[in-house]
């Protein structure tokens, strides 16, 4: 008999091994085992068993798998077939993709300890690599290990003592209020922490260290006593919540459940739940999980990173009233051992985690919800690649469940899965508190400055509109948040009198400008031209090269505005945990009254007392090349705007742009992405984007610029015979340069995917052999195209 072997490192073609005879019944595909490696052992995963040797290697070379990895089926055969459709879907190898399934740390025996029972009820805990010492009183095979884990009498655990004691941390008994106030203002999350701590009393130490997300935070509260760190029982710390109270679901929330539980009794289908921020959402993932639970299911949540707050994680908590597994980036190694124990052993049913917690080994699975669908944050953008949203709903589709997918702005790839029947959708119009959305007002600046100069010395970028609004906020001691979506490119040229932006005319990207060179060039296919001094729209020499950023903004309010106290978020004035959250302290507090930064200020915190939103230069955003960038655009407008009219005063948002027909802009007024997506669909399909195309990025990169447009090269001419596909390239890539290397890409443009894949996989041991010098990455659904 023979396996298949995918190594961590190996590239698509397998290594084969032979099963050596007390293995033969009990390997499956799936399985972790050792195997020799010139003069190593290593743990790699079996792909296939077969009779036949089909390695082209004579049998008598072939050398034996040499054991069983204990903790074993490492993948089920839903995950296995999850794994290896992912790793042929992104072009990744097996192993890469498998291994990075799973926590890195499994494979290191010294992380666990095993508990073993025998039948005269004798107990014996023993670390697993003493187990396994030559002298050990207890020895016993990796496969009787292995045979004892399966039949339930030894049981794998983390940790020195029980699996579930750990550190835990609780509030000191006689804090001085005085100090806490202090220190919390000095570090505003933590008044976060210590109020769920005095809700839930413990907390094990992991999770309070994944919200302060620093050590260092957690070291100050110690020492100024205000916390204790005692070890205790981390599942009832878990636990200790209060059922929270039942809301009553209003008609469209009622019809979104029907029509995700109808789905869940019939099998696998994707249900997308299309409603504006507050309209209720998540309350009707949580009543669906109620009723997967109650059917004996588990529930996989997958939420973007920056949404896996405590209040989040509590309030599914207190929903479910059970156990919940968070997987994020903050766990430790052990840590996230034990979750994967917790969660593979069927102990806890509910897992909520970023993008990487769609590998939760999870059985029985009833329900997956994918939040923020269209987040981008969802794609994994080193290698494996691979996007979570996508997965998810593969992964449905494998165990047969119903995929939730939910978002106040829907990507446009859902959209027209939607339009054509691929998936169904529940629309929620209305905030269950209530509240009314804020009102936005489009300033075209090209013709504000021009008509009526009321405001003495106002750059182009302040309109009359925004400087009053801003006055009249302040005045009524109310805070202003203003944004400069400034992105990747500080030159952005536009004709300021008619708006007019330059883009490719084959791809209708944004031509990006190259400074030395004087060039407008497109980063799709390398068509060029010379900036012009005449616009080509309505021929006056307006055309402009912007290069302003968030400090000059906060200067010239400062300026005009003697009574604005202003705060800046930008990466710039932000490198750090602590100045992230002392900027939004001071301007929460009140030290400040106007936010002035980048996209930044547009995710995250609540700030009620935020009447007016004001975007400086929407067009900003669209200078960079990406044909996704109108849809992005609109989703950022809308994510800003949402953040005006929290409290118990209304909002306004004010949009400033040169082009204020923009589809993507004019949508933000009514927040309804249906009309701006039929436009953008027709766009695509003229220029054969997707959803109408699949495309495949490939980059490479050298400190020899020809050798990295060579490798490309060869891509590009095994892939000439194809048809309705186009490939574009290679030109160099937006960021030509990054530290000492060239970078240069091809885009894949095509419906015959298949045949591309099969392509580009026969290629790649070839080209990684000849050119070892150039680093060549496959992206495949690329979502950043920079
Ligand atoms: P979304 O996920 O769409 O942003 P949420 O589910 O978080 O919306 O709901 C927003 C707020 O409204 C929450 O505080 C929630 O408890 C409350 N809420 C949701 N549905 C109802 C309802 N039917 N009646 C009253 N309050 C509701
Ligand atoms: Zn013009
Ligand atoms: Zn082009």
Redesign the pocket.
């Known amino acids: 008999m023979f396996a298949e072997i995918a190594l961590r490192n190996s590239l698509f073609e397998p290594f084969t091994y032979r099963v050596p005879e007390h293995l033969r019944s009990v390997l499956k595909e799936g399985f972790a085992v050792y195997v020799p490696v010139r003069r190593q052992v290593q743990v790699g995963f079996v792909t296939a068993l077969s009779e036949k040797n089909s390695s082209g290697v004579p049998e008598e070379r072939l050398r034996d798998i040499i054991d069983i990895f204990p903790l074993n089926p490492v993948f089920d055969r839903n995950m296995f077939q999850l794994l290896m459709w992912a790793s042929d879907y992104y072009i990744e190898p097996p192993g890469s993709m498998l291994f990075s399934a799973v926590p890195s740390g499994i494979f290191k025996l010294s992380n666990f300890k095993v508990r073993l029972n025998y039948e005269d009820s004798r107990e014996v805990v023993i670390g697993l690599s003493r187990l396994f010492k030559k002298k050990g009183n207890y020895k016993i095979s990796m496969l009787d290990l292995f045979r004892r884990l399966s039949d339930g009498t030894a049981q794998l655990f983390v940790e020195e003592t029980d699996r579930d004691q750990g550190s835990v941390v609780e509030l000191s008994g006689d804090v001085d209020e005085e100090e806490i106030k202090r220190v919390s203002e000095k570090y505003p999350v933590i008044d976060e922490i210590l109020e769920y701590l005095r809700l839930k009393r413990v907390l094990p130490l992991y999770e309070v260290l994944s919200m302060l997300r620093d050590k260092r935070i957690l070291r100050y509260l110690y020492k100024s006593n205000i916390i204790r760190i005692k070890s205790g029982d981390l599942r009832a710390s878990s636990y200790s919540v209060e059922e ?1 109270r039942v ?4 008609e469209e ?1 009622l019809n979104a459940l029907k029509s995700i539980e109808r789905i869940r009794e019939s099998g696998f289908g994707v249900h997308y ?1 299309y ?12 009543r669906a999980a109620k009723g997967v639970l109650n059917s004996g299911k588990s529930v996989l949540f997958l939420v973007p990173e920056i949404g896996l707050t405590p209040q989040s994680i509590y ?1 599914i908590r207190s929903s479910l009233m059970c156990d919940v597994a968070v997987l994020h980036s903050g766990l430790y190694e052990k840590e996230r051992i034990q979750e994967y124990l917790r969660i593979k052993n069927g102990e806890v049913k509910v897992v909520v985690g970023a993008r990487s917690a769609i590998f939760a080994p999870l059985r029985n699975v009833g329900m997956i919800v994918v ?1 923020e669908e269209h987040d981008t944050a969802y794609k994994q953008e080193e290698s494996p690649r691979y996007n979570g949203r996508d997965m998810a709903i593969k992964r449905g589709q494998i165990e047969g469940c119903v995929v939730v997918l ?1 978002s ?1 702005t829907p990507s446009i790839q859902s959209i027209y899965s939607i339009k054509t029947g691929k998936f169904s959708e529940s629309r ?1 119009t209305i ?3 209530n509240k009314p959305l804020p009102e936005i007002d489009i300033v075209n600046l090209s013709r504000s400055k021009a008509e009526d100069d009321d405001v003495e010395g106002l750059p182009f970028y302040i309109s009359d509109e925004l400087y009053r609004a801003l006055i009249d906020t302040i005045n009524n001691n109310n805070k202003a948040i203003l944004m400069l979506n400034r992105r990747g490119f500080n030159t952005f040229i536009l004709c300021r009198s008619c708006g007019y932006v330059f883009k490719c005319p084959d791809c209708d990207i944004h031509l990006v400008y190259h400074r030395q060179r004087e060039m407008l060039l497109c980063h799709y296919c390398g068509y060029n031209q010379r900036l012009p001094d005449i616009c080509p729209n309505c021929s006056s020499l307006s055309i402009s090269k912007f290069g302003f950023g968030t400090e000059q903004v906060e200067e010239t309010i400062k300026r005009l505005i003697p009574s604005s106290r202003t705060v800046r978020l930008d990466r710039d004035s932000v490198s750090n945990m602590y100045d992230l959250e002392n900027a939004i302290s001071r301007f929460s507090k009140g030290d400040a009254n106007i936010l002035i930064g980048t996209q930044m200020v547009a995710k995250g915190h609540h700030f009620p007392d935020v009447t007016l939103v004001g975007v400086i230069l929407a067009d900003m955003s669209l200078s960079v090349p990406d044909f996704r960038v109108q849809e992005r655009l609109l989703q950022l407008l809308m994510q800003v705007a949402g953040r005006a009219g929290r409290g118990s005063e209304s909002g306004k948002v004010i949009i400033q742009t040169f082009n204020p027909f923009e589809p993507a802009i004019v949508a933000t007024k009514s927040g309804n992405m249906d009309e701006y997506a039929s436009i953008e669909l027709v766009r695509r399909k003229n220029l054969f984007y997707p959803p109408f195309s699949r495309i495949i990025l490939i980059r490479s990169r050298s400190e020899d610029a020809k050798k990295a447009e060579e490798v490309l090269m060869i891509f590009k001419n095994a892939l000439s015979g194809l048809k309705r596909s186009e490939v574009l390239g290679p030109v160099k890539s937006p960021i030509e340069r990054i530290k000492k290397e060239f970078r240069y890409q091809l885009l894949i443009k095509t419906v015959e995917i298949n045949r591309v894949r099969n392509t580009l996989k026969n290629l790649i041991p070839d080209v990684y052999r000849l050119h070892h010098k150039v680093r060549v990455s496959i992206d495949v659904d690329p979502l950043n195209m920079l």
């Open positions: 929270g809301i009553e679901l209003n929330q739940l409603g504006v921020t507050g309209s209720g959402k998540t309350e009707i993932y949580l309030r939040d939910g106040a929620l905030r269950a508190n």
